[in-house]
Each structure stands twice: as C-alpha cells, then as structure tokens.
C-alpha cells in the first residue's frame, strides 16, 4: 500500500520505517529541513535500536522517501498518518496546534478520497476538530476519513513494539476506513496481533487512559518504596511479590525517580484537564503526579544526607535520558537532579552513551559541568557515582574497576540496577531505593 507520515519524529519514523519495512511504499513529511537531509542520507535524526539499520534498507529498497513538500506527501497517498507532536500546552491542555496546522494543510490539498489517521496522542474528541477544520478550509468538496489509531510503542523498544503490538487499537465510523485498516495491518493480524475497532473517541480515550494508568502503577511502587525504606522491607522483593499476581503484572513496578520523558508527564497533565474539563473529578492522578514530582526532591535529600554537603564534591552522574535506550531527555528526571546539584556547587562529571549531546543544549559544558565520552573516565577522582538510568552497560559495569577509579567507594543508585550484597562485597556504600 502507498503511506503518508507526517512528523519525522520518534512515532512518525518508527511507523513510516517498519510500515516500509513490510513492504509498503512510504513517504515521510517533515518541516525541519535539516532532519530531511539527514533521512535522505540515511541517518537517522533520533537515536532508537535498530532503526538504522531499517531505514537504510528501505532507502536503498526505495520504499521510503523523505520530502518537506506537504503537497507531494498528500498527493503520494490515499493514506495520512499524523505523527505530529502533541506537547504541553497552558494550563495542561495539549498543545494541537501542530495537529491544526496539518489539518489545514491537508485541506489545502485534498483533491481524492483521503483516510487521515491520528496516531498522535490527543485528548478525546480531537477527530472531531481535525474533520470541522478540514472542512472548513477545504477548497474542494471531498469525500475524506478521520480515525483514531492511537500509537503504543515505548521509546528505546520502538521497532520491536511497533511490529510485535499487545494489540492495535483503530477508532472509526466508516466501512470504508476499517476495510483500509485491516489491509494495511494484515501482516499483523496473519501474525494472531489483536486489532480492535472501536469508535474514534473510545480510540484516542484508550491511549490516554492507558498512560495515566501506568504513571498510577509507577507512583504506587514508589510510595510502597518509601515505607519499604521506613520498615527495613525491600521494595524489589515486594515488586516481585505483588507481579507474580497476573492481575497485577510486574511492568511498571520498578521503584525509583520516577517517570519522565516525552509521553506520561504531558499525558497525565492532559488527561486530568480533560476531565476537569468534563466535569470529573480525577484527583487520583493530580496525586500521582504530585508523588511523581517528589520523587526527584527527595532523591536530592538522599543524596545530601549520604554526602552531607554537595559544594566542591565531584560527582560523577551515569545516566541523562529519561529511560534506558534512547537519547531522549524531555522531562528527564536528569535535568532537575543536574539543576540542584550544579546550584549547590557540585562539581559535576556527566556520562550518557546517547543523551549527551542533547543534554548539552541545556546544561552547556563549564568549570563545574564536565561531559565524558567514556563511563570509567568519568569516575576519576569522583566522591560519589549517581545512577540515573538504568542503561545496560551500567548494569553489566566492572564494580572493581569503578572502585579503583574512585576517590571514595560511594554508589547512589536512583534506578536500583545493582545487586545489594554483591556490590557491597567490593566495599561500596550502596544506597538505592526502597532496599
Ligand atoms: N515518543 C513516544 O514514545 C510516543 C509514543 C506513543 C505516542 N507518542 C505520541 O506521538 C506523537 C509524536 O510524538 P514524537 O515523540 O514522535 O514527537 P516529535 O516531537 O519527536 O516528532 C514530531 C515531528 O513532527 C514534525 N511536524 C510537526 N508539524 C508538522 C507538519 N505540519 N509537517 C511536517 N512535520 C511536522 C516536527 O517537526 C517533529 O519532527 C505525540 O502525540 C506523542 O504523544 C509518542
């Protein structure tokens, strides 16, 4: 089938690749010319495992092409992806103008049949606005779908998530739209992936509902996490306890900082407004954003607690992006924690494999913010290692090599990535959450 994406971002790449990947043909809109000119060189703008590798396989397939002409993607298919950005807006909303903007874009240039699909996050009932705005700025009378297919996949896993879904939700009305979807998603469906077709407001509720209930799960482990540490119980045997139970499940019962990243902060803040909105009293959620807030509060507490005073002390921090696997920081816990401790007079030693560079655009180098391209090199002379990320090459680290390299043997562990009793056994000060 012949796709159109619009957004070269973490979704719109992910979908347009692996769709290609499965061979479609696809086309891929983006406004920032300087991502286009990487794509077409086959480099990917994003770091995310294996994307690469598929990217350059459908280039040189030519099942993908890249283009900052909206009229050309429009006109390439039958079928519209919005992977646009749907960011923080005031007072929580989403931010949609990116979604009206493609909207009237899309009407600008609607002359055939057109089933334009959502798979941005978007509060309920955005299907409705993008048909009213296509609507009104179409200058033809044009028949077109909108529906909702809201996108799953988690950053870091992205390719394995799109192609190997839990289940694929589709929100439409339209007989011809569903007939498209289960074309376009037989190669999932032949493969025994769940497709549900709902209506598009049920679709674009599931997302948000989903979200908010994993930042619940994350908020409720962490709080068992502080009275594990009240009671001397460990909140990684309790986690293992309570996900043996199938109702529960033990994803998302990972005691630590806290969520970050582009999705759950901005979704969760949404969800509430959308209710607020609606008349429904979510407090729930306004708690679990509070307890999530603190998380990173009461990290800096500990982290005085153990050092007593943080002036002058070189600090060594593994770990920027908001998860393991990829180099994505917005509203990584990283960016709060690295504020304190710099205002506090740290001198700070920073190591990320893959969010260095964007964490630069925030924090740039200085006398007291060093970056190191390699992990040990970053301990030399370091009074304490703070773990902020759970990425694999620190959970696989040479412990005696890191003690060696250290000027004291201190480990704060904000990811709990380290066995307790082993690493105590080299002579560290371990301290992690909820143990
Ligand atoms: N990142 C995730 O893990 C994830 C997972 C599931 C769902 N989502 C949702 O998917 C959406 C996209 O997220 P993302 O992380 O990929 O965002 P992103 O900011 O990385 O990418 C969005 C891209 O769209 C481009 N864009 C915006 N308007 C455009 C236009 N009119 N024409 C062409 N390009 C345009 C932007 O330049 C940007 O490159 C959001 O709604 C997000 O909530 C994200």
Redesign the pocket.
Known sequence: MKITV?????????TASCFADLGNEVIC????ES?IEKLRKGIS??YEPGLDIILKRNIENKRISFT?N?TE?INFSDIIF??????QGDDGK?DLS??E??SR?IAENLTSYKLIIE????PVNTHQWIKKTILRYAKNNVEFDVASN??????GS?IKDFLEPDRIVVGTESNKARNLFRELYKPFTDQDRILIFTTPATAELI?HAS?SFLSLKISYINMVSDLCEKVGADVSMVAEGMGLDKRIGRSFLNAGIGYG???FP??VKAFIKMAKDNGVDFSILEESEKVNKNRRVKFIEKIENILWINKDKNITIWGLSFKPN?D?I?EAPSIDIVKQLNSAGANLRLYDPEAAENFKNIFPESDKLRYFSDMYGALEDSDALIILTEWEHFISANLEKIKNTMKLPIIIDGRNIFDESLVESYGFEYYSIGR
């Not at 070269?8 to 790449?13: F, K, Q, S």
């Not at 809109?29 to 920032?32: C, M, R």
């Not at 809201?150 to 950053?155: A, C, G, H």
């Open positions: 619009i957004g070269a971002g973490y979704v719109g790449l992910v809109v983006e406004k920032i991502k703008p994003i900052l909206m993607g919005f992977c646009v950005g749907t960011p989403a990116q979604i903007e493609a874009q798979k941005s996050t978007v809201p996108e799953f996949l988690r950053e992205a997302k979200n990243g582009s999705c901005k979704d990829t994505d917005r």
